[in-house]
């Protein structure tokens, strides 16, 4: 066991923001305030970035009643930020935390923030400097390694699954095809919550398309007619991220973040292209087709959250710095199932190298063999964190 460390922590958010990231921030807070060797707590404005300009809040003389409504609000309260840094960024890290007495870093972020946080672990390492960093999981792709899931997804997925079953409801008073583009890169995770908003025989999304998956065009447009032939109608839950069969997006702006990531669906574009497909193939035919892209909503809609999200988000930050302020020791903190009937969860620490950068995949046996819909399976997995959905009234 490494030794206990005294000094300041600094806590900061990266990445996408979520309707729970700040139960996370908050739960750390509270947590901090518990440690005699946590001797003061920072926020930093912006991650990383406003670490290097030293803009820094004071979250030791937050109120219990303004961090309660912070907690419950969504999106980054600290402000985010989209920052890979490299070594002289680092180095500049490094000095400030020096001047500050700095000795614990607890950044909640994605696996692009794990691989920051694993930067600046090894690095202190190597200065021989007594510090200690966590990784704190947030997303709402799903995809960070080792953890059942993350928090941030439940909530997304709640609202996708949401939106969906009103969607189907409309589609089904004046009958068409919609397309609904879904948030996720290189997993499909959150797409293939929408498969949640079915009740009955016939309800929408009739076909979901994920990332892990080729999209084949022409096997696409068969799948709609099929469907329009059987209800006359077609609801298509459809990733941002699906690729052709040499993994070229279907549609991009070409442009990249400082990750490296390449924009997908921010300006509806993969939308209008799937209508435009949709209406190929129906040669002839007057045939009612519409595209929808989500967006920012999914991430941080009020009122949708999660209750099994915010609860668990709550305690990755709690877990991450009881942890940091016990043993001294880096890491990221992941969540392992316990059960589903009733469902209950542990947090535990993995490495931070074993979730820093790679992503993860929805796994094969949650995807149906056509490539065009979800199993039975997904669902056992995805219900228990998205909880109880209202009940859809029919005539």
């Known amino acids: 066991m490494a030794k206990q460390l005294v000094g300041k922590m600094v806590i900061g958010q990266s990445g996408g923001p979520t309707a729970v990231i700040n139960q996370s921030l908050v739960g750390a807070i509270l947590a901090a305030r518990g440690h005699a060797n946590i001797t003061g707590i920072l926020g930093a404005r912006h991650g990383i970035a406003g670490i ?91 995809d960070l390694k080792v953890t059942d899931h993350c928090p941030g997804f439940a909530s997304a997925a709640r609202f996708v699954a949401l939106a969906f079953m009103g969607d189907d409801r409309d589609n089904y008073a004046l009958s068409g095809i919609k397309v609904n583009v879904v948030m996720g890169r290189s997993a499909g995770f959150l797409t293939a919550a929408a498969a949640l908003a079915r009740q009955a025989e016939g309800d929408g999304p009739h076909l979901i398309y994920l990332p892990e998956r080729v999209f084949n065009i022409e096997s696409f447009q068969n799948d709609v007619r099929n469907i329009m032939a059987k209800y006359g109608r077609c609801v298509i839950a459809v990733s941002e991220g699906i690729t052709d069969k040499d993994g070229n997006p279907i549609s991009t702006s070409g442009e990249r973040d400082s990750h490296g990531n390449v ?133």
């Open 52 to 142: 290097m300009k030293e803009d820094f809040i004071d979250l030791s003389t937050q109120s219990l009643e303004q961090l309660e409504l912070v907690a419950n609000t969504p999106a980054a309260a600290l402000g985010s930020v989209r920052l890979k840094p490299g070594r002289a960024e680092c180095e500049k890290v490094f000095e400030v935390f020096k001047k500050n007495d700095v000795r614990f870093f607890f950044y909640v972020g994605g696996n692009d923030s794990a691989e920051t946080a694993h930067i600046i672990a090894e690095m202190a390492k190597d200065a021989h400097y007594d510090f200690c960093t966590v990784h704190i999981p947030k997303t709402i792709d799903n």
């Open 263 to 395: 924009q997908l669906s921010g300006s509806g574009a993969l939308g209008d292209t799937l209508a435009a497909l949709v209406k190929e193939a129906f040669p002839g035919q007057k045939v009612r087709v519409r595209a929808d892209t989500f967006g920012y909503l999914q991430r941080s809609f009020p009122t949708i959250i999660s209750e099994v999200d915010a609860r668990e988000a709550r305690e990755v930050g709690e877990y991450a710095v009881n942890h940091a302020a016990g043993t001294g020791e880096p890491g990221s903190v992941s969540i392992r199932r316990l059960s589903n009937q009733p469902y209950a969860s542990e947090c535990f620490i993995t490495p931070l190298s074993s979730v820093a950068k790679e992503a993860t995949h929805m796994k094969d046996e949650y995807i149906n063999a056509a490539g065009n819909d979800v199993t039975a399976a997904w669902i056992d997995y995805v219900a228990p964190l998205v909880g109880e959905l209202p009940k859809i009234g029919r005539l």
